[in-house]
């Protein structure tokens, strides 16, 4: 029988230089599984005499009991110090605030969108989109608009290569066409608004190539001049957030309405500064009126049985207004500190029950 108390020494050393959980089960195998170092010892036994076998039996059962309590003593100190450690790897400073302070804004476009939303939302209208890239149809004809029509030599048009049978796409000039696509789709009643980009060959201190407009459209048996009428002056309220803003509707021209109004809201320049809802100047806002019988029958809907109302609106101009951002052009040059200046707190959702502005 081999030296049991230098084989003790060495299973105890190799226990206390076990540096992992891993490390100690390999030990543990090699020494005490089933085949093992003493578990081998403990097998020779039975080639022994019975005094013999008792003495060794007693002092190999000791080194056995001596090196599973070391392995079990180092087991209990690994796993306390690899809890320590996932702890430590884990932790969390639970002063640090909950949400640090939301690092981006809302760009005031996007903002104004939302308000918008948020008030014919209320009112009861749906959102509709529409493709940007439109045939001439859909911009101009069906809106009464005819290919010799004066109205479009001032929509200032960016046209698309010809198409093999001759046909010219083009970028949308307003969101008008979308009102042709929802009452070719969807039979009245139609209650929709519709935001998007439109886009005219157009640069200057107040224009820019791309901008963006909100439609509105209703189609039914009994809108009349007074509920749009209504419908306007309760939505510039809403938007601009003064109760009695003077609002005017002034006679102008659409092809594609009849009547057409043009609205302008009360505002004072005193001093240099704008303000909106107090004064004795005014400033136009949106364009309205009833919808035209010709671009109800363009799309198959009958002028005699249906009719409604429409309006359209620049999203920048009404979003300058009412924020005193002071230069149009400012809206796309991707400043950050602008946006920091402008924008918005995302997550501030505006609804009218709880203010459209954070
Ligand atoms: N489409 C018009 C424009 O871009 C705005 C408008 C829409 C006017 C609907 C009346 C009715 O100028």
Redesign the pocket.
Known sequence: MENLDALREELLAAVGGADSLDALEELRVSALGRKGRVTELMKGLGGLDPDERRAAGQALNAVKTAVSDAIEARHAGLADAALDAALAADRVDITLPVRPEAEGRLHPISQTFDEIIAIFGEMGFSVAEGPDIEDDFHNFTALNIPPEHPARQMHDTFYLPEKDDGERMLLR????PVQIRAMQSTEPPLRIIVPGR?YRCDSDMTHTPMFH?V?GLIVDETSHMGHLKGCLIEFCRAYFEVDDVPVRFRPSY?P??EP?AEVDIGCSRAGGELKIGAGDDWLEIL???MVHPKVLAACNVDPEKYQGF???MGIERIAMLKYGIPDLRTFFDADMRWLRHYGFVPLEVPTLLRGLTP
Request: aromatic share 18%; net charge negative.
């Open positions: 000039t307003h969101t008008s439109t407009q439609e659409f594609f309405t057409s364009g309205c009126g429409a309006f359209g």
